[in-house]
C-alpha cells in the first residue's frame, strides 16, 4: 500500500495550490478517502472527505469554500485544490484512508497515510 502526496510549496497569503495524491496497493476506487493535516506543534487536524463515488464531500469548518476535494478513480489520484490560502493552513498535508467514513482528527482512525506535503503560506 502506498499513498504519495506532491505539490505543496510556499505561497503568499490569497494564493492557491493543489495537492495530489498518488494511490497503489488497494482498491482506491472503493475506498472512502480523507485530507487530514497538522502544524507544527499542534494536533492532527481533519480537513476533508470524499466518498468512494465522489459525489459525496464534506469539509472542515475552517477551509470550507476555499478548498475543494476531487478524485480520478480512473487514475487512483485523491486531490485537494486550495484557494485564498491563509497563514493558519500552513501544515503538512496528508491523504489518508480511513478505517471506517467518515474520517476524523485521530490517526486511530486511519489504516494507510502518506509521508505528506508541506504547505507553507507565508509573505
Known amino acids: 500500500v502506498q499513498l504519495v502526496e506532491s505539490g505543496g510549496g510556499l505561497v503568499q497569503p490569497g494564493g492557491s495550490l493543489r495537492l495530489s495524491c498518488a494511490a497503489s496497493?488497494?482498491?482506491?476506487?472503493?475506498?472512502?478517502m480523507t485530507w487530514v493535516r497538522q502544524a507544527p506543534g499542534k494536533a492532527l487536524e481533519w480537513v476533508s472527505d470524499?466518498?468512494?463515488?465522489?459525489?459525496?464531500?464534506r469539509y472542515a469548518d475552517s477551509v470550507k469554500g476555499r478548498f475543494t476535494i476531487s478524485r480520478d478513480n480512473a487514475k487512483n489520484m485523491l486531490y485537494l485544490q486550495m484557494n485564498s490560502l491563509k497563514p493558519e493552513d500552513t501544515a503538512l498535508y496528508y491523504c489518508a484512508r480511513p478505517k471506517r467514513s467518515p474520517g476524523g482528527s485521530s490517526w486511530n482512525l486511519y489504516n494507510f497515510w502518506g509521508q505528506g506535503a508541506q504547505v507553507t503560506v507565508s509573505s
Open positions: 470524499i466518498a468512494s463515488s465522489g459525489v459525496y464531500t
Open positions: 496497493g488497494f482498491t482506491f476506487s472503493t475506498s472512502y
